[in-house]
Structure formats: C-alpha cells, structure tokens
C-alpha cells in the first residue's frame, strides 16, 4: 500500500475540530470515508494530542518519509 501524501490526509481531515486527539482524526477520517492508507497513517502518528492541522501535517510528513514543505 503506498503512503498518502499529506494532502490526502489533510482533505480526509476537513473539517476536524481540533484539538483532538489522534484517535479522534482516526475516527474523523473514518466517517469521512478515508482510504485505508490515510487511517493507517493517522494511527501511526506519535502525539496522542494535536492542536490544529499544522501540527498533523509535520507529524504526516514524519510518518510517510514526505515533506510538508
């Protein structure tokens, strides 16, 4: 399965509240229909808590070797 870019997973995210916790993006992604590579993105996301979508997009980009830059 290739890794989501952080655009994937940011769209898959519109419309989070934040903050939230990471099992709260899960959950997000999920009722959102999110393909299985972005849920399994956001679960491997080390912070439990995050304050806004920037904070996600660093952590993405950590998480599937891409640059947020």
């Known amino acids: 399965m290739a890794e989501p870019t952080f655009i994937e997973v940011q769209k898959a995210l519109s419309g989070a509240d ?9 959950e997000h992604a999920k009722a959102h229909d999110a393909d299985e590579g972005v849920i ?4 491997r996301l080390p912070r439990q808590r995050y304050g806004g979508p920037n904070e996600v997009s660093r952590d993405i980009a ?8």
């Open 18 to 26: 934040y903050p939230s916790t990471r099992d709260g993006l899960v």
């Open 40 to 43: 399994d993105a956001l679960k």
């Open 62 to 69: 950590d998480v599937t070797g891409e640059s947020s830059e």
